[in-house]
């Protein structure tokens, strides 16, 4: 069974999740090619419960999350009430349903350790979206001191920060979870667009430079930053050349 369910991973022609201010608000791309594959081996398989979950998971991909949440309830924690995998699967149904504050009672079963982090750093998502970024702030802040490698803690701090108004220490958080983990695209595009709103031209490509010069250089991300900057350069040249 796992070696079937390798192979079907292997082959999943489905895009990486579109980093987003959380797992939660990630998006995916052509996974419907495999589900059925899954679907078909969780029917004939109801009592393996890691399989389950994976289809579950597949499910909320497919963004068929009522049907997610059946498989999650009655083919996982039904069997496993200590899945805790299985309750922030759940969460993420709820979230992505737009029920923010029923999003938050799964994440109260769970009860690993090494999790801590992680249900910190989904509560602080939610209050994003209830509009309380003080609550934020401080799931933000104490997600970091669970696991201050988290890049997820700098993240909210910084968006935390920038609903509250403080837009300069909103921006240094975002650049620290970056520089944490480079593969958050929609974290970069957000920083460009506080950039472009609070800098010059100049120092938009300082910041990028710093930015990039502290990832490896011929990584897809530092060619995005070299490319950004690039056109930047382009920007102010064209601007020198209609004032001639």
């Not at 998502?125 to 933000?140: D, F, I, M, N, S």
């Not at 490319?227 to 064209?238: A, G, P, T, V």
Request: hydrophobic letters at 40%; one cysteine or more; aromatic letters at 8%.
């Amino acid at each position: 069974m796992r070696h079937i369910l390798l192979f079907l991973a292997v082959l999943l022609p489905c895009a990486p999740r579109t980093a987003a201010a959380h797992p939660f608000d990630e998006s995916f791309e052509n996974v419907v090619v495999a589900l059925d594959s899954y679907r078909e081996l969780a029917d004939e398989n109801p009592d393996d419960i890691e399989l389950q979950y994976l289809y579950a998971d597949m499910l909320i991909m497919a963004n068929e999350l009522d049907k997610a949440e059946q498989v999650i309830l009655k083919r996982v924690v039904a069997k496993d009430p200590d899945y805790d995998m299985a309750y922030y699967l759940l969460s993420e149904v709820y979230y992505r349903q737009k029920k923010y504050k029923k999003s938050m009672e799964p994440l109260k079963k769970i009860k690993a350790g090494d999790m801590k982090d992680d249900v910190l750093i989904a509560e602080a998502t939610v209050y994003l979206q209830l509009g309380e970024p003080k609550k934020c702030l401080e799931k933000a802040r104490a997600a970091m001191k669970a696991d201050p490698a988290n890049p997820g803690g700098h993240l909210h701090m910084g968006l935390a920060y920038i609903d509250l108004g403080d837009t300069a220490k909103g921006v240094q958080h975002m650049e620290l979870s970056l520089l944490m983990d480079p593969y958050q695209p929609l974290v970069y595009d957000w920083l460009k667009q506080q950039y472009e709103a609070t800098l010059s031209l100049e120092e938009q490509i300082e910041r990028l430079g710093a930015i990039g010069a502290e990832v490896p250089y011929d990584s897809d991300f530092a060619i995005r930053v070299r490319n950004d900057i690039k056109s930047l350069k382009k920007r102010i040249q064209e601007k020198k050349d209609k004032k001639k």
